[in-house]
């Protein structure tokens, strides 16, 4: 059964310290994993999709990594903005065509 | 990527009776994706609606509970019926939003219907 489970639950860091996020993922034949940041009250927005291992994505001060058994969402320096919940998703060929298992997702609080 | 709108934004409902949800997306789309996101919990597909044809629905749901339409390629609604507070979620839809290099669609999410049942 495909299976993602992310780390910290919660992580809070101060403005200007880096840190990563992770995503454990288990799932035949991966066909992408996808990154999310939602802010509360709302959907999840966008960040990155991932195809295959040692692919890598940055977007200002994310950058997504991803090897055959885990992702990681490094931030580098974050600012109070970059708080907000970080979810990860795949997409397994055993899943169906379109179904995306998520985490339960980081909860990020970056202070000032 | 598509704009989605979502109606109503949240809700707050009666045991007892049902609430339809439209998704409405500014561009035409072949895949709607129906998803619940419980208080703490991660997102849980509930549906995948095709126009044109009945829609698809995940292990633990049904069409009765949980009817969907989707008359044409940018609308679609959800129906949460007969409701009890285990329904109180936030409902989210998305839609395919193309591929980038890969052999499968990023998904991206309106913003949401939050439902309390009392």
């Known amino acids: 059964e495909d299976q993602v489970t992310q780390s910290p639950e919660a992580l809070r860091l101060q403005e200007g310290e880096s840190s990563s996020l992770n995503c454990s993922y288990t799932v035949s034949g991966l066909r992408g994993l996808f990154w999310y940041r939602q802010d509360p009250g709302k959907g999840p927005e966008f960040l990155f999709t991932l195809y295959s291992a040692g692919e890598e994505k940055e977007k200002e001060r994310l950058k997504a990594t991803l090897t055959k058994k885990e992702s990681f969402l490094h931030i580098t320096a974050p600012k109070p903005e970059d708080s907000a919940t970080y979810l990860c998703a795949v997409q397994g060929s055993s899943s169906g065509t379109y179904k995306y298992i998520f985490g339960t997702g980081t909860r990020l609080k970056v202070l000032a | 990527s598509a704009v989605i709108s979502q109606k109503p934004s949240r809700d707050i409902c009666q045991r007892g009776t049902s609430l339809t949800i439209q998704c409405q997306v500014d561009s035409q789309v072949t895949m709607m994706f129906w998803y619940r996101q419980q208080p703490g919990q991660s997102l849980t597909l509930i549906a995948t609606?095709?126009?044109?044809?009945?829609?698809?629905?995940e292990s633990g749901f049904v069409i009765d509970k949980f009817p969907i339409s989707r008359p044409n390629l940018t609308f679609s609604t959800l129906t949460v019926s007969n409701m009890s507070p285990e329904d109180s979620s936030i409902y989210l839809c998305?839609?395919?939003?193309?591929?980038?290099?890969?052999?499968?669609?990023?998904?991206?999410f309106g913003p949401g219907t939050r439902l309390t049942v009392l």
């Open positions: 609606a095709n126009q044109g044809s009945e829609a698809t629905y």
């Open positions: 998305s839609v395919e939003g193309g591929r980038a290099g890969g052999n499968t669609d990023t998904q991206y």
